[in-house]
């Protein structure tokens, strides 16, 4: 059970039981006090020790052997095509007859799909051909993931100001949002300018596009700026992302992923993204306009408080949007809207 809570009792329980000690044990009478008192500490250290190394090693390598170990129990000949489409979420096998293909870029997109490679920091590798497959199945396993999230009812109202508003549930968030631009808009400058994010976004000290898998999905790297008045340092985040058309919404799904071009290092501590999404869909009320929602399910790794987390979590949500309607209006200024 990957869970914080059972760490937590046998923690609080096994620093119950020495403070006990300490109290109940005849130290007048001890033979060795100085290697008895020791052991108390000892104990102490081990019983902290375990906790951190749960949360800092444990889960995380918990999180990325999960999305590796994609298992196949087909025979070799069971039917090729039958095979590939059981391996993909309802969401993109209706039937064989009406599988997945994806959408053409969005009308007048400047960032279109080029096979070529990525030029920029952070160079890509050459993907085999098991390598794309892996990458595109957790695409669309993510989006499926992040949809069912998006819709699910346990959502509850963490804080709101003014039309837009966060709510949490037991790990992720979700934002949302009212935003004077059309849905079309929004996947053009969060997918396809991912280079331009940090320009006005504050929340983010680099962005990069380094690997273009196919026209709908791509793996990018990011650097967060500190979050809860500098308690939260800055994090990366390598993740893949994918987006598609659905019931009419335009989703863009993300989940943390490995990249042979960038490997951890000592500079940032490297959170993971699970699945989550931005989701853009037109105003009924107003076809200029859309509403924009967000689904965040991110562990920011590190021995950080989960109130601390909270806190730093929907203050970014807040600025992001804050950031993003400030964007909206300067470009509109500017005559491209």
């Not at 085999?128 to 892996?134: A, I, W």
């Not at 709101?160 to 935003?179: E, I, R």
Request: proline content about 5%; aromatic content about 12%; glycine content about 6%.
């Amino acid at each position: 059970m990957n869970h914080w809570f059972i760490v937590s009792i046998s923690t609080t329980l096994t620093c119950v039981f020495l403070i006990s000690k300490v109290f109940v044990y005849d130290w007048p009478h001890s033979a060795q006090p100085v290697f008895e008192v020791l052991l108390v500490l000892a104990s102490f250290v081990l019983s902290w020790g375990e906790a951190w190394f749960l949360d800092f090693r444990v889960l995380p390598q918990e999180s990325h052997a999960r999305r590796f170990l994609i298992s196949n129990s087909d025979s070799e000949r069971a039917p090729l095509i039958r095979s590939y489409v059981n391996g993909l979420p309802s969401l993109y096998t209706e039937s064989v007859g009406n599988f997945y293909s994806p959408l053409g870029s969005p009308e007048g997109s400047m960032y279109r799909f080029n096979s070529g490679p990525v030029l920029g920091r952070y160079p890509p590798v050459q993907l085999t051909s098991e390598q794309e497959d892996n990458y595109k199945s957790l695409a669309a396993r993510t989006m499926q993931e992040a949809w069912d999230l998006l819709h699910k009812k346990d959502w509850k109202l963490e804080k709101a100001c003014g039309s837009d508003s966060v709510y949490t549930m037991t790990v992720p968030k979700m934002g949302k949002a009212y935003l004077d631009v059309t849905p079309k808009f929004l996947l053009d400058e969060l997918f396809y300018r991912v280079e331009t994010l940090p320009q006005w976004n504050s929340t983010l000290l680099e962005s990069h596009k380094v690997q273009v898998i196919d026209e709908h999905t791509d793996i990018s790297y990011q650097i967060g700026a500190d979050g809860a008045a500098g308690v939260v340092s800055s994090r990366d985040f390598v993740n893949l992302r994918h987006w598609d058309v659905i019931e009419g919404r335009y989703v863009i799904a993300c989940v943390g992923t490995d990249h042979p071009s960038l490997p951890k290092n000592d500079k940032y501590i490297r959170g993971e993204n699970r699945a989550g999404c931005w989701a853009m869909q037109e105003d009924p009320n107003d076809p200029n306009k859309c509403i924009f929602q967000w689904v965040l399910n991110t562990n920011l790794n590190g021995w950080i408080p989960q109130y601390v987390r909270d806190t730093a979590f929907v203050g970014m949500m807040f600025d992001y949007v804050k950031h993003l309607k400030q964007h909206i209006a300067k470009q509109r200024e500017n005559g491209r809207l």
